[in-house]
């Protein structure tokens, strides 16, 4: 099995800034790709970004494009969300996905595993 942990979540004012991290560990040779979504109250889970190990690539939505970026290190299985100009619109729960394929994709059942979720909390 593989787990995934978040950290660096809490409560920012708009226009603020949070980086969050996840961390991969156990059977991590299954993962080809890792990425975030995010979930407010009463919505559906978003795609926010996601990166695969086959040469870094990356791949933002449109709605937090030019606002977020996604990096990751292969080596130590560890995804980062840099997320600048924050809006209380970005106020979610956030969450840590991998998959066991290189492609990038934005629907949620195409990934194998899933982290517990860090709270983003933007205040205006």
């Known amino acids: 099995q593989v787990q995934l942990v978040e950290s660096g979540g809490g409560l920012v004012q708009a226009g603020g800034s949070l980086r969050l991290s996840c961390a991969a560990s156990?059977?991590?040779?299954?993962?080809?790709?890792m990425g975030w979504f995010r979930q407010a109250p009463g919505k559906e889970r978003e795609f926010v970004a996601g990166?695969?190990?086959?040469?870094?690539?990356?791949y933002v939505a449109d709605s937090v494009k030019g606002r977020f970026t996604i990096s990751g290190d292969n080596a130590r299985n560890t995804v980062y969300l840099q997320m600048n100009t924050l809006k209380p619109e970005d106020t979610a729960v956030y969450y840590c996905?991998?998959?066991?394929?290189?492609?990038?994709?934005?629907?949620?059942?195409?990934?194998?595993?899933w982290g517990q979720g860090t709270q983003v909390t933007v205040s205006s």
């Open positions: 156990g059977r991590t040779f299954r993962i080809y790709g």
């Open positions: 990166i695969s190990w086959s040469g870094g690539s990356t």
């Open positions: 996905t991998a998959r066991k394929d290189l492609v990038i994709t934005t629907h949620a059942e195409a990934y194998d595993y």
